[in-house]
């Protein structure tokens, strides 16, 4: 008898075939992705980059399920998200991806867990408050549970955005320049936080940065050029990510 080794299967966090996005701008159409297709392995730190207007912010919105794309389609794991009614999309999203926006979007009359919670009550889940300690711990935010956002700096309102983020346990966490609001130092820090929490819970991290410092600290960099992938790194450094900058034109 004889044996066939079975050939790994590698299983995709997040798989985009052929994605496109096209807005009407007038009588016109703007091509924001045009043809876009990458698989992200489970539990990586992805950083993407890119000129202003090369469709990053587009990019992650639509793998992120926030937007439809034009056409192709975008597997988070093994769902094909872009064949799934909007309804569903919007329940898929809450129990399978996180999203740090650059700026936090706390409730305002709710408190640091309220907000932290919140993706699980419009779920209709019950929060488990033992997880939501672990994590509010783990972002650096041990007693400040009741505080509001009012009451909070802006490292530490975007630590609670990165908890509210992580607090469903997602299959993927995106994030759209995070530290894009912050000083650098606070943003250093802040960076770590999600890194280090994504990390520790085995959560794949898609980031959009401007910063070379920071695309620097993923596991790979892709770079997006008019619409299209522009090649990318495995395990950058700063100086190969600020070269193919300068060639694509930052
Ligand atoms: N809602 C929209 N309607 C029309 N055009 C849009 C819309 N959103 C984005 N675009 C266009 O799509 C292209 C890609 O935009 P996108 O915001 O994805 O780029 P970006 O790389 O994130 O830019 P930046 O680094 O400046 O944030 C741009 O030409 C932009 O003007």
């Known amino acids: ?11 995709s966090a997040v798989r985009l075939a052929q994605l496109t996005k096209t807005y009407p701008n007038g009588p016109e ?10 698989d992200i392995q489970p539990g990586a730190f992805t950083a993407i980059m890119g000129p202003s207007g090369s469709g990053k912010s587009t990019f992650l919105n639509v793998a992120a399920g926030l937007d439809t794309p034009t056409s192709g389609h975008v597997h988070i794991g093994d769902t094909d998200i872009t064949t799934l009614s909007p309804d569903a999309v919007t329940r898929f999203r809450r ?3 996180g999203f740090v926006f650059q700026a936090y979007n706390l409730i305002g009359h709710l408190t640091v867990a309220e907000n932290i919670q919140l993706p699980l009550l419009l779920d209709g889940r019950r929060p488990d408050v033992r997880w939501q300690d672990a994590l509010i711990e783990s972002v650096g935010l041990a007693g400040m549970a009741d505080r509001l956002p009012t009451e909070l700096s802006g490292g530490q309102a975007q630590r609670v955005a990165i908890a509210r983020a992580l607090v469903t346990r997602p299959t993927v966490v995106f994030a759209d320049e995070p530290t894009g609001a912050l000083d650098r130092r606070t943003g250093e820090q802040v960076l770590d936080v999600l890194r280090g929490t994504a990390k520790h819970f085995g959560q794949t991290l898609v980031l959009v940065t401007h910063d070379p410092y920071v695309a620097a600290t993923a596991d790979d960099v892709l770079f997006l050029a008019d619409g ?3 090649g990318g790194f495995v395990a950058p450094t700063t100086a190969q990510i600020v070269e193919r900058l300068v060639e694509l034109g930052r």
Do not use: E, K, N
């Open 95 to 97: 129990r399978h991806i």
């Open 1 to 11: 008898m004889t044996s066939i080794a079975a050939t790994p299967r590698v299983d």
């Open 29 to 38: 159409q703007v091509a924001a992705l045009r043809g876009v297709s990458l």
């Open 228 to 230: 299209q992938l522009a």
